[in-house]
């Protein structure tokens, strides 16, 4: 097994945090894009939104796919190869002649997309030892944070000067190369054991993840938090473009450095977890997320970045925390374990918007962060279930 900060470690988590990047710019380049696309296809405000939620969709979708197949083939053909086609559909798009093909290319890219994310843990899982584990896994996380910046901050800047159309060849030919380095670094798998493709044996595997109180306990924390916290953005922006603030497309795009603070939530989680148990780590950072939410109420805009600042780093923290837990409990087929994990994670991002609606039509920034605080109360109770419940197995030897 791989230890902690030697050099195959070093050279692994490189290896991933870069493919996280590569993923998750790919991911988010349309979201600043969106108005430019309304406009070039002459399309409404909820058909051009769907080029996000669409890939996000498929890419939920995917994980329940690429999680029993790399059980069956082994994680790194299927991380490499998945990569590398997302990434030409993201040159492809370009080119697109009309929204109907464009919209094609983000389903298409969403599901090749989820090819990473649904076994990078996993991978982890089979070659780090647990200490080796917590230190990449919170790095590899802030790989994400980077990507869903670099992806809107790079699009949206070539956009403004070159088109929306020069956006995607730019992302397209960084991604390339950040798949070559990562084609490169990553070391191969010593420890994997293959175990054959049988869809009924996949289909017991992930009913029994299912009924595994520990992971359900997790998927319902990833789920759910990330249900509040990405979907906190897009009703602040709202605020924000509204007296007093009424900030510009330009300037609400820059909120999103905030998830700055997630790169070093995650970045830390590994730190944070050798002083505290996984679930104590998961409450912390649950904690964290409802003291920013409670801190943008405050009617200054430095105040608010502050606050979702906060928020970024308490929710990296969590879902840091509770998607290294799934690999470290689940006894067998970790892959698909994984994939349920995020399954559960990017549902909860396309669900979040239908319940603040109501909160925010009704109370505004005030409804939708007591709605809020109802959602991260209860995944708060999960973790602290957690909690007791290691409390008490690590007990149960010393009592008897």
Request: glycine residues 10%.
């Amino acid at each position: 097994m791989i230890e902690p900060r030697t050099r195959a470690w070093w050279r692994a988590t490189l290896a991933l945090c870069l493919g996280s990047f590569t993923v998750f710019i790919n991911l988010y380049v349309a979201q600043p894009l969106l108005p430019a696309i309304r406009e070039s296809f002459d399309v409404s405000t909820l058909a051009a939104g769907s080029a996000m939620s669409v890939s996000m969709l498929t890419l939920a979708l995917s994980l329940l796919f690429y999680g029993p197949l790399s059980d069956a083939i082994g994680r790194a053909a299927i991380m490499r190869v998945t990569l590398v086609l997302a990434s030409l559909c993201t040159l492809v798009m370009a080119f697109a002649p009309n929204f109907a093909s464009l919209l094609a290319l983000r389903a298409l890219q969403g599901f090749l997309l989820g090819g990473l994310p649904a076994v990078a843990i996993a991978w982890m899982g089979d070659e780090f030892n647990k200490p080796a584990l917590l230190l990449a896994v919170g790095l590899y996380i802030s790989g994400n944070t980077l990507g869903g910046i670099g992806g809107r901050v790079i699009g949206g800047t070539v956009a403004e000067h070159w088109g929306w159309h020069s956006s995607f060849v730019a992302i397209a030919c960084l991604s390339l190369a950040c798949t070559w380095a990562f084609w490169r670094a990553l070391p191969p798998a010593r420890q994997f054991r293959p175990s054959p493709l049988r869809v009924g044996q996949a289909a017991r595997d992930m009913q029994g993840h299912l009924r595994d109180p520990r992971l359900i306990a997790a998927y319902l924390i990833g789920g759910f938090n990330f249900f509040i916290f990405l979907n906190q953005y897009s009703y602040v922006t709202f605020r924000l473009s509204e007296a007093p603030f009424s900030l510009t497309s330009q300037w609400l795009g820059l909120i999103f450095l905030t998830y700055l603070g997630g790169t070093v939530g995650s970045a830390l989680s590994g730190r944070i977890a050798q002083r505290l148990s996984q679930p104590a780590c998961m409450m912390l950072g649950i904690g964290i997320l409802m003291s920013g939410s409670l801190l943008t109420l405050m009617p200054s805009l430095i105040t608010i970045i502050v606050g979702l600042t906060i928020n970024a780093v308490g929710f990296f923290l969590a879902h840091s925390m509770a998607s290294s837990w799934v690999g470290r409990q689940a006894q067998r087929a970790r892959g698909s374990a994984s994939s349920l994990y995020l399954v559960f994670y990017y549902l909860g991002a396309s669900l979040g918007g239908f319940y603040l609606e109501p909160f925010w039509a009704r109370w505004q920034w005030s409804g939708v962060i007591a709605a809020s605080l109802l959602v991260l109360l209860g995944t708060f109770s999960v973790s602290a279930w957690l909690w007791r419940r290691e409390r008490r197995m690590v007990d149960m030897p010393a009592s008897t």
